[in-house]
């Protein structure tokens, strides 16, 4: 069974980091890139980090670039979102996904359709 576990998330003021941690069984790690989302009360599923697990390759949303930072551990099967410099509109459900293929079709790398499996998610809240 493929299972995705988000963990980390918590309340952090403004200006602050906290660290996710998405960890994954069921499946071939390596075979599949993972995508980090986020969705706010009231707004749309938004994505915002991408991660292949075949070359490292990484992408970023124009509206978390040069603070969040993804990576991944294959050992350990674990996709990991750094994310520095907080702030509120980053309050959000966080979640992590996996890619239907072997990695995300661009241009559009972060559209959801490319993903098949979901996590429960992880409340992160920034406070003003």
């Known amino acids: 069974e493929v299972q995705l576990v988000e963990s980390g998330g918590g309340l952090v003021q403004a200006g602050g980091s906290l660290g996710l941690s998405c960890t994954a069984s069921g499946f071939t790690f390596a075979a599949h890139a993972i995508g980090w989302y986020r969705q706010a009360p009231g707004k749309e599923r938004e994505g915002v980090a991408y991660?292949?697990?075949?070359?490292?390759?990484?992408y970023y949303a124009d509206s978390v670039k040069g603070r969040f930072t993804i990576s991944s551990d294959n050992a350990k099967r674990t996709v990991y979102l750094q994310m520095n410099s907080l702030k509120p509109e980053d309050t959000a459900v966080y979640y992590c996904?996996?890619?239907?293929?072997?990695?995300?079709?661009?241009?559009?790398?972060?559209?959801?359709?490319?993903?098949?499996?979901w996590g429960q998610g992880t409340q992160v809240t920034v406070s003003s």
């Open positions: 996904a996996r890619t239907e293929g072997i990695v995300a079709i661009p241009p559009k790398i972060l559209a959801p359709e490319q993903y098949d499996y």
């Open positions: 991660i292949s697990n075949s070359d490292g390759s990484t």
